[in-house]
């Protein structure tokens, strides 16, 4: 079973800043405690660096530091729960044949979580693969929608049940288990000057936040997601995520920089859900 994350277990990361809407990354010390085989890795970042009234420049997003796969939508079509994680080093490639070009990708993500890519299409043993030997899978880095191609023996797979739905207009995050609902709640929001994007994404990591009365509340779920307007956010590259609040009366509104924000009791009950590293999130307008 492939390293996901659990928030039993703690590490320690980098601290974000507490300016809510985009996950940043102010890199501290990051050290994997636990990730055998049958057991999930956890992260926990170190307090916030910034003061909550603190402001940071925004920076318009920039397409050169994009990888170079082509830009898709993707729908619960085409992400249907199939998660990828590399047996080693990842290897990631443009097109699916010897000799593309390779893509570089980490072997964990800036936060320190394990690598892992959402596959697209049916990954069962008995499919028939769009290109034999290869899977197509979704990148975490810009443009949002990226995709690159992975050797079939270069991964291990898994196959999650859960699913999360993210509507926009209707403010609402719904989990789904093999098709049926386990969880809803009302969220906040991108502004419509900084919106949250909208796609079908996954769960990169999950950052457990040593002060949880803060403004990304206990835990942040990293998303392979990016803000459209923004490209520099409090240190980070404009992350987008889900996480915890310290300003519950804000639930309901338009009111982040991109990322979707829950009440601190509900980023705890989505937690305890034990969603893996690759789960799918289609946000919606």
Known sequence: MPPTIDPRVRRTVRGAAPIVGVVVAIVAAVSLLGSCSGERASLGSLPPKLPPSTTTSAVVVSTTAAPQPVDLKLGPEDLLGWIATPNGDPQVFTEPKAGATP?????????????????????????????????QVALRDRPNGSTGWVPKDSVEVTKTPFRIFVDLKGRTLRVEKDGTGVFTTTIAIGTEENPTPVNGTYVTELIQNTEPEGAYGPYAFGL???????????????????????????????????????SNDDIQELVDLQLPLGVPVFITA
């Open 103 to 135: 893509i570089q990708v980490g072997a964990k993500t800036d936060a320190g979580a394990p690598t892992t890519f959402a596959i697209i299409g049916d990954a069962s043993a008995d499919a028939n693969l769009e290109v034999p030997g290869w899977y």
């Open 224 to 262: 392979a997601m990016h803000s459209d307007t923004l490209s520099e956010f409090g240190g980070g590259d404009g992350q987008v995520g889900i996480h915890g609040t310290n300003r519950p009366d804000l639930i309901g509104q338009a009111v982040s920089h991109g990322c979707v924000r829950l």
